[in-house]
């Protein structure tokens, strides 16, 4: 399994999905890089540390903040950089660390500790600050849908409440009481029609409507507490996303399929499927399913679903799955559920890559007791310029890919 050594000086300092997830990038002390979705390279550059990386679709427009270990790189200083042409074509100057970063075609979002600024993609222009309690992580999720186009930021330092706000409308559009303790994951699907949540405590994962600030489904993780590190919605054509990842501390991934909780099983039975309101959502999901020790304890990781996967009979549901620690490691993962009766689900652990070296040595056999026994053989991963279109920051809403 290929894997970096805990003595390199390289690892990934930040992560992001682009908004379709048809890609990603991520920020490590010597520079940053840009992948498809299966760890193709098609874009790197060597300038020094990053502490964000944001992408935009597939387009050739990045947001990058350096992490401040070299003049040039502020970590109060966002560049709207252009892969294609190696240029920056804007800068944005605050007066604090810029924590995190979202865009869409519409909005972009900036995030420091007691504000929150939002621009005009396409002019860059100030639109709006909301002022909002500490928040130190730069916590946040941006839906990436231009129709839908919510932020939801903590509302709360000591409780789990989240504000969302319309950033085309610029006004609060409901606040959300999701947990007792404070928050640490936010994830919008990618309609921006619910919110899934996270809180300190990490025993319990909520999904919302945001429209009606009302709680769909309740999924209990596990009994101990477990910081959750990241969720993932799959994309769907449907309103309501099929599936639904997260990642915690323990080194575990957890799968949880939304549409099977609509008429539990195990404790709803007639009533559960008539039942609208508190007491159907308090059901327990009948498919929340665990992978044990995937991951090292305690090390950051990323979640993604590359894809959901059709199949013949409705009772089969089958997902790829990507999941990326700090070490550099994708992993990507087939999983299976068959849903009748007694349900049964198989993970096949497909092909491990390592970001960080070189392509020639990325990539290794696998043999593992715990999954179906695999075997990896990988091509080379493309290189090539990330989006040949020269771009303007005016060109960045019609659509480019």
């Not at 390279?41 to 070299?70: D, H, K, N, P, Y």
């Not at 999954?371 to 960045?396: A, F, W």
């Amino acid at each position: 399994m290929a894997s970096t050594s805990n003595n390199s000086l390289e690892f990934i300092t930040c992560l992001s999905f682009n908004q379709d997830k048809s890609g990603f990038a991520i920020g490590t002390k010597d520079g940053f890089k840009v992948f498809d979705s299966s760890g193709g390279l098609c874009f790197q550059r060597s300038i020094g540390a990053f502490s964000i990386v944001e992408m935009l679709f597939s387009t050739s427009l990045l947001t990058i903040v350096g992490a401040g270990e070299q003049p040039s790189l502020s970590p109060r200083c966002l560049h709207m950089y252009n892969t294609h042409t190696n240029k920056t074509l804007r800068e944005l100057n605050f007066l604090t660390t810029i924590l995190a970063v979202r865009f869409n075609k519409k909005r972009l979002i900036v995030v420091l500790q007691d504000k929150t600024y939002i621009y005009d993609t396409n002019k860059v222009t100030i639109l709006d600050t909301i002022d909002t309690v500490p928040n130190t992580t730069g916590l946040c999720a941006f839906s990436p849908s231009s129709d839908s186009c919510y932020l939801a930021l903590p509302a709360s330092k000591t409780k789990g409440w989240v504000l969302i706000y319309n950033t085309m409308e610029l006004n609060s559009l409901c606040q959300i009481d999701a947990h007792r303790n404070p928050l640490v994951a936010l994830e919008f699907s990618s309609n921006g029609m619910y919110i899934a949540t996270a809180s300190e405590q990490g025993t319990v994962i909520r999904v919302h409507l945001v429209a009606q600030a009302t709680k769909s489904y309740s999924f209990r993780r596990g009994t101990y507490p477990s910081k959750i590190l990241s969720l993932s919605f799959g994309s769907s054509s449907k309103e309501l996303p099929e599936i639904l990842v997260a990642t915690s501390s323990s080194g575990s991934i957890h799968v949880f399929l939304l549409e099977s909780t609509i008429n539990p099983k195990k404790s709803g039975g007639f009533l559960g499927s008539i039942i609208s309101g508190p007491i159907n959502n308090a059901l327990e999901c009948c498919h929340h399913q665990i992978l044990h020790q995937a991951l090292s304890p305690g090390i950051k990781s990323y979640s993604m679903v590359h894809n959901v996967v059709k199949t013949y009979s409705p009772a089969v549901f089958r997902a790829t799955l990507v999941i990326i620690d700090a070490n550099g490691n994708l992993r990507e993962y087939s999983f299976t559920l068959n849903k009748m009766n007694d349900p049964q689900c198989q993970w096949k652990l497909k092909r491990v890559v390592n970001l960080l070296v070189s392509a020639d040595s990325a990539c290794s056999s696998i043999v593992d007791d715990n999954l179906e026994s695999g075997y990896l053989i990988v091509s080379s991963p493309k290189y090539s310029t990330h989006d040949k279109t020269q771009i303007t920051i005016d060109e960045v809403t019609c659509g480019l890919v």
